[in-house]
């Protein structure tokens, strides 16, 4: 298409895999669009992807930025980090004020906030916003989550909408908070999606290595849980990686593919940040760990032959009852990860001042995204019944799938453990609800301990205030005579103003 006589409605910047596929979704809806990419290749896909459509690529920066019409609407779909700050200075100088950035990729939240302001002050408008679905995702419905400049979002919603996913007729994008909230609901959603792959791995350990199941039967597993509410895009392409062949060959792609996962830090972000809110993630950390773990694959050939397994293969008498406490223990374990992000999702918007809708949220992710599953309407039922819910599992409807689930649960994890399989997904979501459901935990055996070595001081039950113990005295023994006295018990002590933490 020419660009003499038109001026394009949109623009983006990085015409890879995403970046060209959402250009073209948005073509198919009749808007007119212009990428731009340093890359001749790039460029050529988009021209032959794009014969008929209102789309047009560009190599030159200056050329692309005044074929839009103003003010200039502009998204970038590069990698995260140095590479944004990098294109955004290229472009900075070609923009005018009122034009509107938006970054499109995985970028950290605390980088979308610095350049928010960065960019405002310059009097252009800036928002980040994350996309979920992948290549099928951009090309035919994606999920978004835009974050920050609410006006210049306004401009944008139309299309966005017109492209997004759609649920029930509902576009699966909606306004998620002011500042870098987009981009750290993606980054949350990221990390649930961690989990989840971490799961469906360990559930394929247990029936490769546990119960001893050939490749077709597990693809025949994968595809009856998908088919039932366990049904999410992650389950569906499993088992199509469960029914594809290597080319040329007679055995699974599968087999021959190396078992060491790669990462590219959105996992171990929200696992970082969690941590700084106290929001604890232990399925997300186990899944992040397990990728990391994974790497080490030659000390892990040689620590197999040292440390042989503790028991035989699952002994399962009735198979079929076991496959139907693993489908328990996947559902109970999925719950989990989903609460676990809620829950961050919940602390973060107190600590950051995002506001953001825990019903939008679920809402959105039910259609598009890589973590779209059956089970996000009921999260979508828990917080639209409840707005102020603090835990996904204080919800009714969501506490009686748990129950039902949890005697799978317990099953699986026994066996697995016992059998010496890797379940630390399994293990890390089990815990996470036992201590949850403990109301009283032993941690003030942790907190008596860090009084005693550092004087951290404690809180006691019933009473206000902290507390500090001089629990041994063992200077004042050693410096007075033995007698009566060095028997007596401990001082403790009010401690005003002294909340001390390590």
């Known amino acids: 298409m020419s660009s003499n006589s038109t001026q394009f409605a949109f623009g983006m910047i ?17 808007f007119a669009v212009a990428g731009y990419d340093k890359n001749a290749k790039q460029i050529e896909l988009l021209a032959q992807e794009g014969q008929g459509k209102p789309v047009q690529g560009f190599a030159d920066p200056q050329a692309f930025v005044q074929s839009i019409s103003t003010p200039r609407a502009i998204m970038l779909l590069v990698p995260a980090g140095a590479i ?12 005018s004020p009122g034009d509107i950035l938006i970054d499109g990729g995985n970028s950290y939240f605390a980088d979308t906030e610095r350049r928010a302001k960065a960019l405002g002050a310059a009097g252009l408008h800036f928002f980040g916003m994350g996309v979920s679905g992948g290549e099928e995702g951009a090309r035919f419905g994606p999920s978004m989550m835009p974050g920050g400049d609410r006006d210049a979002y306004k401009v944008m919603q139309p299309v966005f909408e017109a492209i997004a996913a759609k649920v029930d007729g509902v576009p699966c994008v909606a306004y998620m908070g002011p500042g870098a909230a987009g981009h750290f609901v993606k980054m949350v959603h990221n990390g649930i999606e961690y989990g989840l792959m971490e799961l469906i791995a360990e559930t394929y350990g247990v029936l490769k290595n546990g119960l001893n199941m050939d490749n077709a039967a597990i693809g025949r597993v994968f595809t009856q849980w998908n088919e039932g509410r366990l049904q999410s895009f992650l389950l569906d392409i499993t088992k199509d990686i469960f029914a594809f062949n290597a080319p040329g060959t007679d055995h699974l792609l599968l087999d021959d593919i190396k078992d060491e996962a790669r990462a590219k830090g959105t996992g171990k972000w929200t696992s970082q940040v969690a941590m700084d809110l106290q929001a604890p993630l232990p399925t997300v950390d186990a ?3 397990m990728r990391d773990l994974s790497k080490y694959k030659a000390l892990r050939e040689q620590l197999a032959g040292l440390y042989p397994a503790p028991g035989a293969p699952l002994a399962a008498a009735d198979r079929e009852a076991f496959l139907g406490s693993l489908e328990q223990a996947f559902y109970f374990s999925m719950i989990m990860a989903y609460a676990q992000g809620m829950h961050m999702l919940a602390k973060a918007s107190e600590e950051y ?4 809708q825990l019903a939008d949220i679920a809402k959105i992710w039910r259609g598009g995204c890589i973590i779209r599953s059956t089970f996000l309407n009921d999260i979508f039922n828990a917080y639209q019944n409840d707005q102020s819910l603090a835990h996904l599992l204080l919800d009714g409807a969501v506490q009686k799938l748990v129950l039902e689930a949890a005697p799978g649960m317990r099953t699986v994890v026994a066996a697995a453990v016992t059998a010496g399989l890797a379940v630390p997904a399994y293990t890390s979501a ?14 003030n055996l942790i907190q008596a301990q860090r009084d005693y070595f550092g004087a951290h001081t404690y809180e006691l039950i019933g009473q206000e205030g902290v507390f500090h113990t001089q629990w041994t005295g063992l200077r004042a023994k050693a410096e007075a005579p033995a007698g009566p006295q060095a028997n007596q018990a401990p001082a403790t002590s009010p401690v005003p103003n002294t909340k001390q933490s390590s």
């Open 14 to 30: 990085g015409l890879g895999t995403m970046g060209r596929n959402l250009l073209l979704n948005m073509a198919d809806h009749g």
């Open 84 to 95: 944004v700050d990098s294109v955004i200075a290229e472009m900075q100088p070609l923009l």
């Open 287 to 289: 899944a992040v760990s």
């Open 353 to 356: 001042k995002y506001d953001l």
């Open 430 to 443: 089990l815990g996470y609800f036992d201590a949850y459901r403990t109301a009283r935990l032993p941690s």
